[in-house]
T-cell receptor, first 111, second 111 residues
Framework: DAGITQSPRHKVTETGTPVTLRCHQTENHRYMYWYRQDPGHGLRLIHYSYGVKDTDKGEVSDGYSVSRSKTEDFLLTLESATSSQTSVYFC??????????FGPGTRLTVT | RKEVEQDPGPFNVPEGATVAFNCTYSNSASQSFFWYRQDCRKEPKLLMSVYSSGNEDGRFTAQLNRASQYISLLIRDSKLSDSATYLCVVEGTGGGNKLTFGTGTQLKVEL
């Protein structure tokens, strides 16, 4: 299995609070991605990174920001969490091909 | 039209049966195709890539029909452990080695 960890694995937070999710990889892969998965929607890309300090938006980026200051870490921040951001969040990595490898996920509940 | 469409199932089959899943995609420029497997409350895992000539990995066979923009996955001699959701995945648009995921087809293999 690819060396990808996510933290925290579970989090419950209140509406309006900031939340940061962390993805850490030990594979030295160039690309990192954040997805959310909701019933009926499948996996949807939030943001992705193609190198240190190089990031771009995905299809559902509103309300989310990201940062990548080191190759191994990709942070996803919800500036002011809303109930619609209750979801399962997956991080993924890839190198030169389109094959992506996923972390174990973070279950976020916004009350 | 969704970018990647799959029959959500569930497909309930007896152990030992052969089952086939189909998927259609809308981006005719896509060159890379995959099947991922996702167990309940787990991360997606790469099952196999799909090549133009078709490819086989043990009991699993993947086929691609570019003219019809159609991908298939055949599972022979189904095992209880094959029970999972199978995601059809297609190269996305806009660079970044992005992928577009179908919502998945659920398979339940029964005794």
């Amino acid at each position: 299995d690819a060396g990808i960890t996510q933290s925290p694995r579970h989090k419950v937070t209140e509406t309006g609070t900031p939340v940061t999710l962390r993805c850490h990889q030990t594979e030295n892969h160039r690309y990192m991605y954040w997805y959310r998965q909701d019933p009926g929607h499948g996996l949807r890309l939030i943001h992705y990174s193609y190198g240190v300090k190089d990031t771009d938006k995905g299809e559902v980026s509103d309300g989310y920001s990201v940062s990548r200051s080191k190759t191994e870490d990709f942070l996803l921040t919800l500036e002011s969490a809303t109930s619609s951001q209750t979801s399962v969040y997956f991080c993924a990595i890839s190198e030169n091909s389109y094959e992506q490898y996923f972390g174990p996920g973070t279950r976020l509940t916004v009350t | 039209r969704k970018e990647v469409e799959q029959d959500p199932g569930p497909f309930n089959v007896p152990e030992g049966a052969t089952v086939a899943f189909n998927c259609t995609y809308s981006n005719s420029a896509s060159q890379s195709f995959f099947w991922y497997r996702q167990d309940c409350r787990k991360e997606p895992k790469l099952l196999m890539s799909v090549y133009s000539s078709g490819n086989e990995d043990g009991r699993f066979t993947a086929q691609l029909n570019r003219a019809s923009q159609y991908i298939s996955l055949l599972i022979r001699d189904s095992k209880l452990s094959d029970s999972a959701t199978y995601l059809c995945v297609v190269e996305g648009t806009g660079g970044g080695n992005k992928l577009t995921f179908g919502t998945g087809t659920q398979l339940k293999v029964e005794l």
